[in-house]
Each structure stands twice: as structure tokens, then as C-alpha cells.
């Protein structure tokens, strides 16, 4: 930067320090906090490997859902009331306890959200983890 002064004719040129001490500074306190805590050391407690399997189920068949046009539910191609779902869901729950299924809902683009928005309430109310949406 080139300033002039009325007193002289020659440019001016100074650097502003200022904020370059306060960076240095700022970053001269984080070492000398973080410092110390580097050298300790932490104990972590990290899993062996072993030998042994582990048994892993086979998860259970995904539950196929499909709400057409109509507002017509089928469970794995079958029809079937929307208000049979939950206690259907439930007992599929119940069945597979800890290792649930996955459910699979695909709708036509002309259905109501009332049908689906009471399939997702009863995915919820009875549990189910794994949801997915296919077409």
C-alpha cells in the first residue's frame, strides 16, 4: 500500500503487527494448555480377537406391504385390512424377537396418504427397525 503524507513526498508503507501478535499469542496459549495433556498417557481397553463364531441368525423374510389405488393392503401379495395390520405386525415381532424383519412398502402414486400414514403407525407401535420404501 502506497500512502502520502502532505508532509512528505515520499509513499508511506507500515505493517499493522497488532493482529499478527494476537494470532501468535492465541496459539502460543493452546500449546501450553494442550501440552501437558499429550504426555499422560490413556488407557484404552480395546477387544481381543478370538477365535471363536459368533452366531449370527439368518434374518427372518422381509414382509412385502402394498397399498394400491384403492386403498387395498396386501401382505406378500394376499389382501388383507389396513386394520388388521398392527396385530398381524406384532405377532411377526413376536415371532422374531431381537432379529426382526425387514418391511418393504411400495404404493401406487394415486393412493391416499391415509393408508400409508396408518401403515407407518402401526410399523411404529409394534417396533419394526427396518423400513424400507421401493416402487
Given at each position: 500500500?502506497?500512502?502520502?503524507?502532505?508532509?512528505?513526498?515520499?509513499?508511506?508503507?507500515?505493517?499493522?503487527?497488532?493482529?499478527?501478535?494476537?494470532v501468535?499469542?492465541?496459539?502460543?496459549?493452546?500449546?501450553i494448555?494442550?501440552?501437558?495433556?499429550?504426555?499422560?498417557?490413556?488407557?484404552?481397553?480395546?477387544?481381543?480377537?478370538?477365535d471363536?463364531?459368533?452366531?449370527?441368525?439368518?434374518?427372518?423374510?422381509?414382509?412385502?406391504?402394498r397399498?394400491?389405488?384403492?386403498s387395498?393392503?396386501?401382505?406378500?401379495?394376499?389382501?388383507?385390512?389396513?386394520?388388521?395390520?398392527?396385530?398381524?405386525?406384532?405377532?411377526?415381532?413376536?415371532e422374531?424377537?431381537?432379529?426382526?424383519p425387514?418391511?418393504?412398502?411400495?404404493?401406487?402414486?394415486s393412493?391416499?396418504?391415509?393408508?400409508?400414514?396408518?401403515?407407518?403407525a402401526?410399523?411404529?407401535?409394534?417396533?419394526?427397525?427396518?423400513?424400507?420404501?421401493?416402487?
Amino acid at each position: 500500500m502506497a500512502f502520502s503524507s502532505a508532509g512528505r513526498s515520499g509513499p508511506l508503507a507500515d505493517i499493522n503487527v497488532t493482529p499478527l501478535v494476537d494470532v501468535m499469542l492465541v496459539l502460543l496459549i493452546i500449546f501450553i494448555v494442550t501440552a501437558p495433556m499429550l504426555s499422560r498417557p490413556i488407557n484404552v481397553q480395546l477387544p481381543q480377537a478370538t477365535d471363536r463364531v459368533v452366531d449370527r441368525p439368518e434374518p427372518p423374510p422381509p414382509i412385502e406391504l402394498r397399498l394400491d389405488a384403492s386403498s387395498q393392503l396386501s401382505w406378500d401379495g394376499q389382501p388383507m385390512a389396513i386394520g388388521d395390520l398392527q396385530s398381524r405386525l406384532q405377532a411377526q415381532a413376536s415371532e422374531h424377537a431381537g432379529n426382526l424383519p425387514e418391511l418393504r412398502i411400495s404404493t401406487d402414486p394415486s393412493a391416499e396418504y391415509d393408508g400409508m400414514a396408518k401403515i407407518l403407525a402401526a410399523a411404529e407401535a409394534t417396533g419394526m427397525q427396518h423400513i424400507a420404501f421401493v416402487q
